[in-house]
């Protein structure tokens, strides 16, 4: 029982980002094997999760890059006009000026996109997001492969408590180095990532519910990706804090 479980949760760690290439080093083939019982001897347990072939799971980090840089555009145009507007409200000027202010503010903010913030977004997606997700909905459906209440509460239960956590953690971590500030590191977590993680639980734990009990594996980044539009303008939003 005690070497089943130290397997497991050795392959998780590695899955997570752990030694040995992390997200990297993750079985890709899994869907080509039997499911295993979690509780099943040491060597197995180990065989089963470890081994095989690497395959890149492009379509899934494409899917989540491109939602991330969707749920990342809604944000900044968000956050520019709102900005327009205030700045409107603040600045009194002459009745004939009007009309000339008022020609083409949405061609204004949508030129004054931030690029460079826009691909830290994406590339998070794209190397984290969607590789990680994929690996950890495997593990799931392999370790808890029955569709029955139990597994359905507890596959929920698990993604709120390990992955949440973790897609917070590397979404910071990601942000500050891009930024040359792993030095604020250790505040931004303190300052944000409880409120953010605390608020994404309102909103994860029934799309998590309706993801596992209905959506195939294969469609579940694509699925949880969608609802990252919403979650990714939040992440955006407290990024650019």
């Known amino acids: 029982m005690r070497i089943a479980e130290t397997s497991i949760q050795t392959s998780l760690m590695g899955a997570l980002g752990g ?25 197995k347990s180990s065989d089963a999760v470890v081994g095989g072939g690497y395959h890149f799971p492009l ?22 006009w709102r900005n327009n507007e205030r700045s409107k ?34 590339s998070y997606g794209f190397l984290f997001y969607g590789p990680g997700s ?4 495997q593990y799931l459906d392999y370790c808890l492969p029955k569709q029955s209440a139990k597994n359905l509460m507890l596959k929920v239960l698990l993604n709120q408590i390990v992955l949440g956590p973790s897609v917070i953690a590397v979404v910071f971590a990601w942000n500050n180095l891009w930024q040359g500030k ?55 939003s407290t990024m650019s804090k």
């Open 59 to 80: 379509k899934q980090a494409v899917t989540a890059g491109s939602l991330a840089l969707t749920g990342d555009t809604i944000a900044q145009v968000r956050e520019r």
């Open 19 to 43: 030694g040995n290439g992390g997200f990297w080093a993750w079985n890709w083939e899994l869907k080509h094997r039997k499911p295993y019982n979690c509780r099943s001897n040491g060597s």
């Open 134 to 137: 994929y690996a950890w909905y």
């Open 182 to 236: 792993i030095s604020q590191l250790p505040g931004k977590y303190q300052k944000d990532a409880l409120p953010t993680l605390l608020y994404g639980f309102r909103f994860w734990i029934p799309v998590s519910a309706l993801n596992f009990w209905v959506v195939p594996l294969q469609a579940r980044v694509a699925f949880m990706s969608m609802g990252s539009i919403f979650w990714n303008f939040c992440l955006s």
């Open 89 to 122: 409200r603040r600045t009194i000027l002459p009745s004939h000026h009007e009309n000339n202010d008022d020609e083409h503010p949405v061609w204004d903010i949508l030129l004054n996109h931030d690029w460079l913030r826009a691909l830290r977004m994406t």
